[in-house]
């Protein structure tokens, strides 16, 4: 064996050094939290389908009363109950102007003499359904929005303070989500409602005012979390405040989860808005929601299903998109999902 | 009057179906109205007695559940409409809404001078078997004046008609001493206030039914809070009802005097407050009938069940004159004319509200009261404060002037529902567009807290509605008396209170001078004043099942009667 | 353990206590009288209604005889029921709303779980896309268009079921219980699926799969089990979704439940059964919230109580 091993020629090694230098050189590119989120996100086709969507809809939201010939609020009482026309597509026999009435199918334009095109109807005060729709959508959004902001800015702060201090202070600040916890929200934002007068500020504070514990919760436990993790402790024994420990080191790691809860936020407020028309505490005409839409519309699903049809397509694109959205984000930003 | 009162029949049974809507939606305060139903009620119903073969069962939905039955203590057109179908008082209405002798055995004696009635009382039977007897009809009213009891209608429907009432209700004259008195076991002595044209015609009202003396002492608080604490003596029984259930059954009295006549063995309740489910519920064949409403009614509108009435409620705005103290711009009479002629009444009753619902200018309703010679009290005024834009603008801008505004912002008080929203939303569009300058803001909030702002007159504009209490156009002109109960707008015109109070005064007896006294009066409420504005008078539609036959429907007291009512080729 | 439960139900009646006092001065501050008919009493009549609700004493007294009441487990007289017993009201109209929201939450749960089951186990497919689809439906449509659609195709094309009412024995809680069970379905097909495929995942799946156990052993064995036990934590907000759903499903299908009686209590300013209703409501999901954080605690021993989590 040995004498083998004497025959190698000496050419055939190389002698090589270890350079400590590149020991902790990273071979992939290093990506700031967005570009790694981006990439990841965007391997996930249902989320980015989604984004579209949002993004279609939001234009839309405020497009659509633009682009129809009819004012949202305009009553042209000659012209109530008509179904969807559509030039063009008219002649394929569908969006034609054909609607049903004590069970014959007829043309209801023809019957009414009227010229003009509204594209998804008219309600029963001869309003354009497509200018009613895409303000409902505004105005559901907004709400969304809002509320999920308020939950979003209240949650944090709440959150924040009660876990990166601890303590006595985090024990009475969980102790007061402890009770508010208890409180069904539905009861909390029914009563509200009753109290304060009906329209959209009502709702949303109706919405925030049990919304934001959700978040707190959220926030609280990922700070208790990373608070006391290695790369805190070598911050704040560098000297770092604890100001530039909450922005730089632990707001940019919960960030992920306060965006997925918020994406979360936004279709339960829509969603509860929409509930709240039903029981009569929705917005006050003649403004429109989503959910007013809706509730106008779902007596009539046998005879003019229109009126139902797009706010309530409407309402659930909005629905998938948003939480197809967060489930994307979540395994997006989870970095056990890291590759 | 033989073919008035066939009009006024098959009005009557259009009525039927609203009701539930209506009663939380954008009517008065709980009275009840009436109505009726039964397509044929114009021909069939007098007439033979069919065969009953069949099972005699009706399928009812109510739009609420029954807040009582206590007869004092009923408000509400559910209540009213199931005494009316199981209790009797001394009248009842009959097949043409006409009060006749039910429990009186005829006619009654009158004095001279119109004050004393005297009542025979007939044989007949509470439904445990104990006799009904004139100490019944004295203790049930006094009972309803008795300040302990919290009687609404008792004070309301006595006070002015029977001796001390007014006295009693203010406090001052204890309520043992209500004119009314049974002289023996069946003699009934009821003593007026002063003669009162329309007294008869209250005797069949729910507030003036008897109460059994012995069993409504022993069941104290819980009379009739169930079906098992409650008596009736009239064609049905209540059963099957817990208090507060959403289901409850009538069924067959047969300790009823007239249980002859009756031939349904049972009618069926269950309370559906979705109009769709309702629908949906006639179209499976599980309720015979069905009230429609607002876009669904388009939908049946050729359908062969479908049965239109005429109801006698009529709607209209109140202007209020004076809030929080302060004379609001409805004070001005101009400004008045120019709203109550600024929409289109017509679009509003075919388009928005499209449920077999008329125009109304007027007050007093049409189809409602009538001379002995058949001629509608409509006959004598006709329309007034018609639609009429030009009108409407050029009294607008005498109005604006007279304030010294370019532009007025006013607020319409209205109901929460579907119905009553998308009204709103019409007056609003209708009267921005035609009276430059104005801007409306929609209040719209539930029954309570609507009665609440009317009371403390927190409102500008409110869209109202009252249904008679009894057959007589004094129950719509009392309304709007300097202290009228329902005044609340601060509206006062001298002249008009005279008049008004001449025809239950001095001109009592003389039907024809008391009938143009409210006339004149309704003329200068609504033409010269426009202390409000007319809207729409109400009409129901509903699906009924063709095999059900002889249901009747009234204009005021309880909405239907099944007395008569039979199923027939289900 | 026993500390931690006792520590919860204490807080549990801080939190009852604060809700019947908001509870109590909101409705006072509510427009609307709840006398229905009191502007046509006279003052002395006004004065008999009054004093029968005890509306007559000064509101501190009212308030301390309200709470007084409430802990003997009386919620004081309906106003719109002349008389009536909240009390016997909520009771007289449990039955239903359990029965619904019982056989919703069993059957949303059940049927969520195979979705998620599915999802996870076929992830990325066109299985897992539809089951997820059909979840985000569940809670993308609100439920009072779900129900519709129910009633207009099963019972009044199809005719299979009746429309609405409930008087045909389990019959008619059918339609009712699928349209309340989207929403528990929804999540729990959800949550079953991010659990799954995180366990999935796990170190001791992989070892059991290395050892040669067969895919539906993994998935049923050991997966399925450990995903499971989460699921146990969201039951509260699920219960809560519940009590929404009530509020609709029993309107449209005229079921004499609580939450068909809340609305008619909202609708005509019932302030008595609007209180009641909410307590019973809030005891009973501050309850389930109770039972799910100790049942938690039970099964799964790595959350030994280091605070509810719901």
């Given amino acids: 064996m040995t004498q083998n091993l004497d025959k190698l020629p000496t050419e055939s090694f190389k002698r090589i050094t270890i350079d400590s230098s590149q020991a902790e050189k990273i071979s992939k590119p290093s990506l700031s939290f967005w570009q790694d989120a981006w990439l990841r996100i965007r391997k996930n086709k249902a989320a980015i389908v989604s984004m579209v969507l949002l993004v279609l809809i939001i234009v839309m939201a405020f497009l659509g009363p633009v682009l129809s010939p009819h004012d949202a609020e305009k009553q042209t009482i000659t012209h109530a109950n008509l179904p969807p026309k559509v030039q063009g597509i008219e002649k394929l026999g569908f969006m034609d102007g054909v609607g049903v009435v004590g069970g014959k199918e007829m043309d209801l334009y023809e019957r009414k003499k009227v010229d003009e095109y509204y594209w998804f109807g008219t309600d029963g005060l001869g309003r354009d359904m497509f200018s009613r729709l895409w303000e409902g959508t505004q105005i559901s959004l907004f709400i969304a929005f809002v509320a999920a902001f308020i939950d979003l800015v209240v949650g944090v702060i709440y959150g924040g303070i009660s876990g990166y201090y601890g303590g006595r202070v985090d024990d009475a600040m969980q102790r007061v989500v402890e009770i508010l916890i208890g409180i069904p929200n539905l009861i909390v934002v029914i009563l509200m409602i009753l109290v304060m007068k009906p329209g959209i500020t009502a709702i949303i504070i109706a919405i925030t005012l049990t919304g934001w514990i959700g978040m707190s919760r959220i926030v609280r436990g990922q700070i208790l979390k990373f608070k006391n993790q290695e790369f805190v402790l070598a911050s704040r024994t560098l000297g770092a405040s604890n100001n530039r420990i909450i922005a730089k080191h632990l707001i940019p790691n919960i960030l992920g989860v306060i965006i997925i809860n918020t994406m979360f936020t936004i279709p339960g407020a829509i969603f509860f808005e929409a509930f709240l028309s039903f029981i009569g505490l929705g917005l006050q005409p003649p403004a429109a929601s989503l959910g007013t839409l809706i509730n106008d519309g779902f007596r009539l699903l046998e005879f003019q299903p229109y009126i139902l049809l797009y706010p309530s397509l409407v309402l659930s694109l909005l629905m998938v998109a948003f939480n197809l959205l967060g489930d994307g984000l979540r395994d997006a930003f989870d970095p056990k999902m890291k590759d | ?570 | 353990m026993a500390k931690y439960i006792v520590k919860r139900v204490f807080y549990m009646f801080i939190t009852l206590f604060l809700i019947a006092t908001a509870t109590f001065f909101l409705m006072k501050t509510l427009p609307g009288s709840p006398i229905s008919s009191a502007s046509k009493l006279n003052p002395q009549q006004l004065a008999v209604v009054e004093a029968k609700y005890g509306l007559d004493q000064p509101l501190p007294v009212q308030y301390g005889k309200y709470m007084l009441n409430l802990v003997q487990g009386d919620l004081g007289n309906s106003y719109q029921f002349k008389g009536a017993d909240v009390t016997d009201l909520i009771i007289s109209r449990l039955g239903p709303s359990f029965i619904l929201g019982a056989q919703g939450l069993i059957l949303g749960v059940a049927i969520g779980i195979i979705l998620g089951m599915i999802a996870a186990l076929k992830q990325n497919t066109i299985w897992d896309y539809g089951s997820t689809f059909i979840a985000i439906i569940g809670i993308s449509i609100p439920s009072f268009v779900f129900a519709t659609f129910l009633q207009y195709w099963l019972a009044i094309k199809w005719e299979l079921l009746p429309v609405a009412l409930w008087d045909d024995g389990w019959k008619s809680s059918i339609m009712p219980s699928i349209a309340l069970a989207m929403g528990p379905l929804a999540t729990a097909a959800r949550f079953i699926r991010t659990e799954m495929i995180e366990v999935l995942s796990s170190d001791y799946i992989t070892l059991a799969k290395s050892k040669g156990a067969s895919s539906f052993e993994v998935a049923f064995k050991h997966a399925f089990r450990n995903a499971l036990i989460p699921l146990v934590t969201v039951l509260g907000p699920l219960a809560a979704g519940l009590l929404t759903g009530s509020l609709v499903i029993e309107n449209i299908f005229a079921i004499p439940g609580i939450g068909e009686q809340f609305v008619k209590a909202i609708m005509v300013s019932d302030f008595s059964v609007i209180m009641g209703t909410t307590l019973f409501f809030s005891v009973f999901l501050i309850f389930v919230i109770l039972v799910v954080d100790i049942l938690y605690g039970i099964i799964d021993p790595r959350i030994r109580l280091s605070g509810g989590n719901s």
């Fill in chain 2, 1 to 570: 009057m033989k073919k008035s009162k066939l009009v006024w029949l098959l009005s009557l049974m259009l009525v039927l179906s609203v009701f539930l809507a209506a009663c939380g939606e954008d009517e008065k305060p709980a009275t009840s109205e009436p109505k009726t139903e039964d397509k044929d009620a114009g021909t069939e119903p007098k007439t033979e007695t069919p065969v009953v073969e069949e099972d005699q069962i009706l399928n009812l939905v109510m739009g609420a559940e029954i807040p009582t039955m206590d007869s004092s203590l009923v408000t509400d057109s559910v209540g009213f409409d199931l005494l009316n179908n199981t209790n009797e008082g001394l009248y009842r209405l009959n097949q043409e809404n006409v009060a006749v002798p039910a429990l009186a055995e005829a006619e009654p004696t009158i004095s001279e001078d119109g004050l004393v009635y005297t009542f025979k009382i007939r044989d007949a039977k509470w439904s445990d078997g104990s006799a009904v007897t004139a100490g019944d009809f004295e203790f049930a009213w006094k009972r309803a004046m008795n300040p302990d009891t919290a009687s609404e209608y008792g004070p309301y429907m006595m006070s002015g008609v029977l001796k001390n009432a007014t006295a009693i209700s203010e406090g001052t004259v204890d309520y043992t001493e209500l004119g009314v008195k049974a002289v023996d076991e069946k003699t009934l002595e009821v003593t007026l206030e002063k003669p009162t044209p329309y007294f008869l015609s209250l005797m069949s009202f729910g507030t003036y039914l008897p109460l059994n003396e012995a069993f409504v002492t022993a069941q104290g608080d819980a009379y009739a809070t169930n079906s098992e604490t409650v008596l009736s003596n009239g064609p049905f029984k209540l059963e099957a009802w817990d208090g507060t259930g959403l289901s409850w059954k009538l069924v067959k009295n047969d300790q009823y005097w007239d249980a002859a006549t009756v031939k349904l063995t049972e009618i069926n309740y269950d309370v559906v407050k979705e109009t769709a489910t309702i629908v949906n519920l006639y179209t499976t064949g599980k309720k015979d009938r069905a009230g429609l409403s607002g876009d669904l009614a388009m939908q049946y509108a050729d359908d062969p069940d479908l049965v239109r009435e005429l109801d006698t409620a009529v709607f209209y705005f109140k202007f209020n004159q004076e809030r929080n103290g302060e004379k609001t711009p409805l004070a001005n009479v101009n400004i008045r004319e120019a709203i109550a002629k600024g929409f289109n009444k017509q679009d509003l009753v075919d388009v928005v509200l499209n449920n077999g619902s008329v125009v109304a200018n007027y007050l007093v309703p049409a189809e409602f009261t009538f001379t002995e010679n058949g001629e509608d009290f409509r006959a004598v005024n006709g329309d007034m404060a018609v639609h009429n834009v030009e009108e409407a603008q050029a009294a607008w801008k005498k109005g604006l002037e007279e304030l010294g505004k370019t532009e007025l912002s006013l607020e319409i008080l209205g109901g929460d529902s579907d119905l009553a929203k998308k009204m709103d939303e019409y007056f609003k569009d209708q009267l921005e567009t035609n009276l430059e300058g104005l801007t409306i803001t929609l209040k719209e909030v539930p029954f309570a807290v609507r009665l609440d702002l009317d009371t403390n007159q927190d409102y500008d504009i409110q869209n109202a509605g009252w249904g008679p209490d009894f057959q007589d156009p004094y129950t719509f002109m009392n309304l709007w008396l300097t202290d009228g109960g329902n005044n609340q707008m601060s509206y006062s015109n001298p002249k008009y209170d005279e008049l008004v109070n001449s025809a239950v005064g001095e001109l009592a007896l003389d039907a024809d001078a008391r009938w143009a006294a409210m006339a004149e009066a309704e003329k200068l409420l609504i033409e010269e004043d426009f202390a409000i504005a007319p809207i729409y008078q109400r009409g129901t539609m509903s699906l009924v099942k063709p095999y059900v036959k002889g249901v009747v429907t009234h204009s005021f007291g309880g909405d239907y009667s099944y007395k008569w009512a039979y199923i027939e080729g289900k």
